[in-house]
């Protein structure tokens, strides 16, 4: 299994960008997805998920300004993301879990300016 993702960039606060991830050696349509994050000395933390049953769920500090989806025919899963602050400036990194099994795809940097 590999995840390839992309999107991340430099963005004016209140700005909006999507992310892309994509992936080899399985689906997304059958595992439970999701975006984390880990800004500069900060621990890596859960933006939004999906679960295996299909249910969303997003950390209070993106509720109502990130949107997690995924395309099964294009194999992609996104994060469409609004009003960004400067906060949310990290790493963005989206992971699967497949049979009990962590993936992960490189980080791609999302950079947020007052």
């Known amino acids: 299994v590999q995840l390839q993702a992309s999107g991340g960039g430099l963005v004016q606060a209140g700005g909006f960008l999507r992310l892309s991830c994509t992936a080899s050696?399985?689906?997304?349509?059958?595992?439970?997805v999701g975006w984390y994050r880990q800004a500069p000395g900060k621990q890596r933390e859960v933006v939004a998920r999906?679960?295996?049953?299909?249910?969303?769920n997003y950390a209070d500090a993106v509720k109502g300004r990130f949107t997690i989806s995924r395309d099964i025919r294009k194999n992609t899963l996104y994060l469409q993301m609004s009003s960004l602050e400067p906060e949310d400036r990290a790493f963005y990194y989206c992971n699967l879990v497949k049979y009990t099994k962590e993936h992960w795809g490189q980080g791609t940097l999302v950079t947020v300016s007052s």
């Open positions: 999906i679960s295996s049953d299909g249910t969303a």
């Open positions: 050696g399985t689906t997304f349509g059958l595992n439970a």
